[in-house]
């Protein structure tokens, strides 16, 4: 009666260590997938308030060059397309990332060839509300580059936790998934030359 009166309290111990440190490793799992999903939204909200930004610029700059249609339309395109492209805190692959993107590269090649156009006018240029708009476009490409790099810091660590051991086999059985990271576009080791 003793002997199989221990050999249930030690399967009953082992039982509830295996349950705690699973419970406490899903939590985790949980919390910085959690912390993840709020980072991208930091990183959509900064590309949104860029996108808001931009009629605000493209109506300034239309005021003293309004024959570059074509310029104004390719912007108001991009920024239309940026906007419509959403992604799923949950379901943050490589591709919904890529995708991302590339609409948010589209967008930044227009809002170039809009700073081209400005090079043409150099009363645009000195307007008070073209360098206030200017100043907050700037703003927003640092906090852009900002939600980024926190971004792919929280998407490391919640990567590097989930495949490590016994969390993987945790990650799999609970269906975490790694999450992707921005990367650099192509091209992007060469600063471009905007000049105002």
């Given amino acids: ?15 509830l260590l295996i349950f705690g440190g699973m419970r406490g490793s899903y939590n985790k799992m949980v919390s910085m997938e959690e912390s993840v999903a ?9 590309y949104q308030r860029r996108a808001d930004l931009i009629p605000n610029l493209v109506n300034t ?27 799923d805190p949950t379901n943050l692959n490589e ?21 081209v156009v400005v090079e043409r006018y150099p009363d645009l240029k000195a307007s008070q509300n073209f360098r206030d708009l200017q100043a907050q476009l700037e703003g927003t490409e640092n906090r852009i580059s900002v939600e980024r790099r926190k971004f792919n810091e929280a998407a490391r660590s919640y990567n590097t936790y989930i495949r490590q051991f016994p969390q993987a086999i945790y990650a799999n059985i609970f ?8 990367e650099s576009s192509e091209g992007a ?7 105002f």
């Fill in 95 to 115: 591709n919904s990332v890529q995708n991302f993107q590339a609409a948010q590269s589209g967008l930044s090649s227009a809002l170039s060839r809009l700073m």
């Fill in 1 to 15: 009666m003793k002997k199989s009166a221990i050999i249930w309290i030690v399967v009953g111990v082992v039982v």
């Fill in 189 to 195: 080791d060469q600063a471009p030359e905007v000049q």
């Fill in 61 to 87: 700059v239309k005021g003293y060059a309004s024959h570059e249609r074509e310029t104004f339309e390719a912007v108001i395109e991009a920024r239309s397309k940026a906007t419509q492209v959403t992604v």
């Fill in 38 to 46: 709020a980072q991208w939204s930091q990183v959509e909200n900064v």
């Fill in 175 to 182: 269906g975490f998934d790694n999450k992707a990271y921005f």
